[in-house]
């Protein structure tokens, strides 16, 4: 016991001498999470636009001041001319012009219909097109205030409830996939690197010839990353909670248990890649393109598994990270309980446990 | 025996790295093992130290056998890889406290055993192990492959790299070591350190060409030898090549050793050879073999 704490105090001070590794393990989940939720984000803010008015009415003026008052827009210019139209798109100052056509009010008053055209800038599509469903609503908004008072039968209204997200924060959606990314990255990467480090620098010569076993040394080289990567999972949570003003609903003590169980998976990735790499480099490699892509591309996190090819969706399986973002999804934004995510939970540990053994097994006992 | 080597072979993919192996060490002997780098002293020492598992023969170490009892091996044994292996972000005290810890007992505990290493390298003690010179590394090495005080002591060319001045203050201290009944098998490929151990094995391509005590190689050369010098070294070395009559010509520092084929061989006649090839200031001497030509012999 007295061996093992002093192993585990040797990588203590590894790690908190390697001030590069140190800036990874705390610097990366806060960069990552603030990335995400800010700068990467499906929904729009004070997007700027431009109207072009040929009736400048009552009515008009009243769609404007409504378009303006919402926090998703604010009207940069009035054009004058259709002509300004492209113009202004290739300044780039607008992502969008909304083009009332001549007596817009007078149209809409006898013939019950009058039109408005919505132009995008559509060199970001998907911006593009957020931003004329936003446009729409309001106008729908604003047409079904009109609409009132007057009874019209039959008219069908489609309606569409978002549940769990409903403003469709994007950031909701994120944190439990960058939250798996950094655990993972953390855990399975430093370690790898961390025990390939002792064969690169030929110490783990040294550790070989004394009576230090394998086990000790595999565990004394995981501890202080699992209890790192805990302090990681509390910052995301934290990160979310407080700045993101996120609700965690379900249990924060199943939340932190299913937690330590994603990082105790990745570790033993993390030193299974270390039994087949010879140098640092290489295990980061491996890391990065073995285990990174993967959970970026097919864990759910960004693409659905529900739409890619059939052989994909079958990969995704075995993908640790793939069920881990099911049961924190399933805890952070659904609040459920153990009962609906045990079979996922079971899943990851029975995954854990057999990634132990095989990184036990293949933990070689002497040069080669 | 402290050692026991008997017909050890190993290969990596085509390379025959040990061929045929055998010699034993009694306790307490300072053994060196001679030999120029690739000759397979590091295999042979991962043998030794239970790293690799040998292609045939086998061997036992503090009477274990390398293979069934490697476990008892690495509980007994102190080991100082040819590579500088210890935590360079680690200063000296904590290296050493480490390294005591995973043997299972303190640095107070065996601090005379150590006590005349590390008290020259004491004054650092604070000091990241990365940061020390190339000597104090050796010490600080030593220090830690002795700390856990190991019954047999494997050390992989530990002055390689290393300056005189260290190398032998180094030597001083092996030989100190020695009195307190520790075996120690040293490799190096310096020819001089050679002289300082009881006895030596010289190998060459993974096999041994004899295993001796220094004086005893040293004897065993019966050839004479005769350190030559002239104004130009180069000329001086081809043209002893091309005299009819060489056995053997090695540059030797300031001189060539040589030796010739002939039992009558008069030094005159050689001089007016090498005079022809417009050398001047020609010197020859007779001078006694050193285990550095004994290997080059037997290299041969």
């Known amino acids: ?368 | 025996m402290s050692i026991s080597i008997s017909n050890i072979s190993k290969s990596y993919k085509k390379a025959k790295a040990l061929q045929d192996i055998s010699f034993d060490v009694k306790p307490g002997e300072l053994f060196g093992l001679i030999g120029p780098d690739g000759a397979g002293k590091t295999t042979l020492f991962r043998v030794l130290t239970t790293l690799l598992i040998a292609n045939e023969g086998n061997a036992t170490v503090a009477g274990f056998d390398v293979v069934d009892d490697y476990k008892s091996i690495r509980k007994n044994v102190g080991y100082m890889p040819g590579k500088f292996s210890l935590y360079q972000d680690l200063t000296v005290e904590e290296n050493l406290k480490f390294f005591a810890t995973i043997f299972g007992t303190t640095i107070e505990e065996n601090y005379d055993l150590i006590k005349e290493i590390y008290v020259q390298i004491e004054p650092f003690k604070d000091r990241r192990a990365g940061k020390l010179s190339g000597g104090m590394k050796q010490k600080l090495a030593l220090c830690c492959a002795l700390i856990h005080k190991p019954k047999v002591l494997f050390l992989d060319e530990p002055t390689t790299g290393v300056d005189p001045v260290s190398r032998k203050e180094f030597w001083d201290m092996l030989k100190r070591l020695q009195q307190k009944h520790i075996t120690i098998l040293v490799s190096t490929p310096y020819m001089d350190e050679a002289a300082l151990c009881d006895r030596i094995a010289l190998i060459q391509d993974g096999k041994i060409l004899e295993i001796d005590s220094p004086e005893a190689i040293v004897k065993n050369y019966t050839k004479q030898i005769y350190n030559v010098r002239a104004n130009n070294m180069y000329l001086l070395i081809n043209s002893l090549k091309e005299y009819e009559y060489n056995h053997s010509v090695y540059p030797f520092g300031e001189f060539v050793h040589y030796t010739n084929s002939r039992t009558d061989f008069n030094p005159e006649n050689l001089k007016v050879f090498l005079e022809s090839k417009s050398l001047i200031d020609i010197e020859i001497k007779k001078t006694v073999a050193t285990i550095e030509d004994t290997f080059m012999e037997l290299a041969k």
């Open chain 1, 1 to 368: 016991m007295k061996r093992f704490k002093g192993f585990i105090k040797k990588e203590f001070y590894h790690i908190f001498r390697d001030r590069r590794s140190l800036f990874i393990l705390f610097g990366m989940p806060i960069a990552q999470i603030l990335l995400f939720g800010f700068a990467i984000t499906n929904e729009i803010n004070n997007v700027d636009i431009a109207v072009l008015d040929h009736s400048k009415d009552a009515t008009t003026e009243e769609i404007i001041n409504k378009i303006s008052d919402s926090k998703y827009f604010s009207v940069k210019q009035m054009v004058d001319r259709e002509a300004d139209i492209a113009s202004v798109f290739k300044k780039g100052e607008v992502k969008a012009v909304l083009n009332f056509e001549k007596d817009f009010s007078k149209n809409l008053m006898k013939d019950h219909k009058a039109t408005v055209q919505i132009i995008t800038d559509a060199t970001d599509p998907n911006t593009a097109n957020t931003i004329s469903n936003y446009l729409n609503a309001i106008l729908q908004k604003y047409q079904k205030e009109l609409n009132k008072d007057i009874t019209i039968a039959y008219q069908i209204v489609p309606q569409t409830r978002m549940v769990y997200n409903p403003e469709l924060k994007s950031v909701y959606m994120f944190v439990p996939g960058v939250m798996t990314i950094i655990l993972m990255l953390v855990s399975a990467m430093m370690t790898s690197i961390s025990i390939t480090r002792e064969k690169e620098l030929g110490t783990m010569e040294i550790l070989l010839v004394s009576p230090l076993k394998p086990i000790q040394v595999i565990i004394g080289k995981v501890f202080p990353y699992i209890f790192l990567s805990i302090i990681n999972a509390v910052v995301i949570v934290l990160l979310s909670i407080f700045i993101f003003k996120m609700p965690v609903q379900g249990s924060l003590f199943l939340l932190g248990l299913e937690s330590i169980l994603f990082i105790i998976s990745a570790l033993a990735l993390g030193i299974l890649i270390s039994t087949i790499s010879a140098t640092q480099q290489t295990a980061m490699m491996i890391s990065l393109m073995g285990l990174m892509l993967p959970v970026i591309l097919l864990s759910g996190f960004i693409f659905p598994i529900t739409s890619m090819p059939l052989p994909l969706q079958m990969i995704s399986n075995i993908i640790p990270a793939k069920w881990f973002i099911i049961i924190i999804k399933g805890i952070m934004l659904k609040g459920v309980g153990l009962q609906y995510i045990w079979k996922e939970t079971l899943i990851l540990l029975g995954m854990t446990v057999f990634f132990i053994a095989l990184s036990v097994k293949k933990y070689k006992i002497r040069l080669e």
